[in-house]
């Protein structure tokens, strides 16, 4: 191999059938994820690589250098860091050439795109496509009852009903099964007690919005329903509503573009 040559990289793919259409034969892939890296899993894999730094080393510089972009975004400069190119944008209405910006209707946001090298090296990796998964819970549509919006707006502590196939939560004792809001920015993960879920059935749902701080999340069910619940998966199926829902002032309109 040429020593120019780019490195040759894959990804694995399930099939998952996309109720969000009328096609049978319509699916959608999701990616096999193989583990969950942080910086300091990083910083010792590079270490323990060919980095002539040490673990403690590349953390300290990454730190430094994290610490130096935020500044410079903060203050309203464009900056690459990491993989993307990074910006602050401003969210809401401004109504009127006097307007002002109103915390209660404005935000500002982080806009980040991939930098040239990674759209680059994206195009050359290679997607195995494995297996069809079957039986996974889907949520196809959820309506927030306090302001009517669908697919779009959510109200902490109000009632979310959803429809879907295959919805209903059950599972093994010991398994994590339930409702799940995801924020799309930290990952960080909200679980909806059962306790606030009034309607369990295969095909809809209700339950209590949980107190979500503002901004925008992605609503994600994990279950063993297979079809009956005398006889459930073996495993628990977890799958993720592709809309992000917003809660405060919404911004940009973030939803998938359904053919």
């Known amino acids: ?3 120019n040559e780019p490195k040759k ?9 996309n109720m969000l259409t009328e096609r049978e034969d319509d699916f959608t892939a999701n990616v096999t994820y193989v ?7 990083l910083c010792n894999i590079a270490a323990n690589g060919k980095s002539k730094f040490t673990a403690s080393e590349l953390l300290a510089a990454h730190n430094d250098l994290k610490a130096t972009a935020k500044e410079e975004l903060y203050s309203g400069s464009t900056v690459e860091f ?12 401004f109504i009127g050439p006097n307007a002002k910006f109103d915390p209660a209707k404005n935000n500002v946001t982080l806009r980040s795109t991939p930098i040239k090298e990674v759209k680059t090296d994206m195009k050359g990796i290679n997607v195995i496509v494995g297996e069809v998964v079957e039986g996974l819970p889907t949520i196809t549509k959820v309506t927030d009852v306090f302001s009517g919006s669908v697919n779009a707006k959510i109200t902490p502590s109000n009632t ?16 994590t099964v339930g409702f799940f809001f995801v924020n799309s920015e930290t990952e960080a993960e909200t679980a909806v007690p059962m306790t606030a879920v009034s309607r369990n059935d295969p095909s809809y749902f209700s339950f209590i919005i949980p ?5 925008k999340y992605y609503l994600e069910i994990a279950s063993q ?19 992000l829902l917003t809660v ?12």
Do not use: C, H
């Open 248 to 259: 405060g002032d919404a911004g940009e309109d973030d939803r998938p573009v359904i053919e």
């Open 35 to 41: 583990a969950n890296r942080s910086i300091e899993d």
């Open 82 to 93: 990491g993989l993307t190119n990074n910006s602050l944008g401003i969210d809401g209405p």
């Open 211 to 215: 107190a979500l701080a503002d901004g």
């Open 9 to 17: 990289r894959s990804i694995v793919a399930t099939l998952v059938a």
């Open 160 to 175: 979310l009903n959803g429809e879907g196939k295959r919805v209903k939560i059950v599972g093994a004792e010991g398994n």
């Open 1 to 3: 191999m040429a020593l």
């Open 225 to 243: 329903y297979g079809g009956n619940t005398k006889q459930l998966l073996k495993d628990v199926r977890r799958n993720r509503f592709p809309y």
